[in-house]
């Protein structure tokens, strides 16, 4: 017995800039773009480009699909929000555009009728970005080398709007140890910096614990800021050291992560 397939379409809005340069030829009808398509090609995924100050920019994300049989509007809608939210994750961390959010969208049923859809996006904290292209799309959509990669740009993009340095390092550390705990052997340079006698670890142990006293620990931080004859550190955040040691241990396990990411992709 045949088997008949329903062409559903579901588009959402797409915040902040992510910039855009399309190669000549590949902008496609109503000013579209193909981004990626799953390895069986049931699915696909398109964004539309809109001018915006003299450049092209994303304006929304579309996952068109030809499910077998009828699917309820709402249920496509949430299966394709799952879909275009990870492919934006990826996008945000390529391009550094994390401010971009997905917003509420539209599904087209096999019938021709649209349905409106309510999403619940999170908008992370932005920093400088770059503009993305067909290579940075196909290193950011290309196939998973690692079954915890979206995870972990997910966690990492949730990190990156944290503002204050302490909360930041505390954050960063336990994604490191988490990134080890799932994938030691491919993350052996992450498992190196979180060592017990590690910068990054007494840097730590400083600000999570208040009060150090710890062999380790002491002997890094004796060195760290020349302070051989010292029986315990107390950290204060009105102390520039203290506050200059989280904040470039902070910036030395993001680096770390995000590179270890992009091994990934």
């Avoid at 990870?86 to 087209?108: C, D, M, W």
């Amino acid at each position: 017995m045949s088997t008949t397939s329903f062409q559903y379409k579901a588009t959402f809005g797409v915040t902040g800039k992510i910039q855009y340069k399309p190669t000549q030829g590949e902008v496609g009808p109503e000013d579209t773009i193909e981004l990626s398509a799953d390895e069986n090609l049931s699915y696909k995924i398109l964004a539309k480009l809109s001018s915006r100050d003299g450049t092209s920019v994303i304006q929304s994300m579309i996952l068109e699909e030809n499910p077998i049989g009828p699917q309820d509007p709402v249920d496509f809608g949430k299966y394709a929000e799952e879909i275009l939210s990870q492919h934006l994750n990826r996008i945000k961390f390529v391009s550094g555009e994390n401010s971009a959010t997905l917003t509420n969208g539209v599904v087209k049923d096999h019938l021709g009728k649209q349905h409106s859809v309510a999403i619940g996006g999170l908008k992370m904290g932005g920093h400088s970005a770059s503009v993305m292209d067909k290579p940075r799309c196909e290193q950011a959509f290309r196939e998973k080398s690692n079954k915890n990669l979206d995870e972990y740009i997910d966690r990492h993009l949730s990190i990156s709007k944290i503002t204050d340095p302490v909360l930041k390092l505390i954050s960063l550390f336990a994604l490191c140890e988490f990134v080890v705990g799932r994938d030691r052997e491919q993350a052996e340079n992450i498992a190196l910096l979180i060592e017990s006698d590690s910068l990054p670890s007494a840097a730590r142990n400083l600000v999570a614990h208040g009060r150090v006293k710890r062999t380790k620990t002491m002997e890094t931080l004796n060195e760290t800021f020349n302070t051989p004859a010292a029986k315990f550190h107390e950290f204060s955040r009105g102390n520039n050291k203290h506050m200059k040691l989280v904040i470039d241990c902070g910036e030395e396990l993001s680096s770390t992560i995000k590179n270890h990411i992009y091994s990934l992709l």
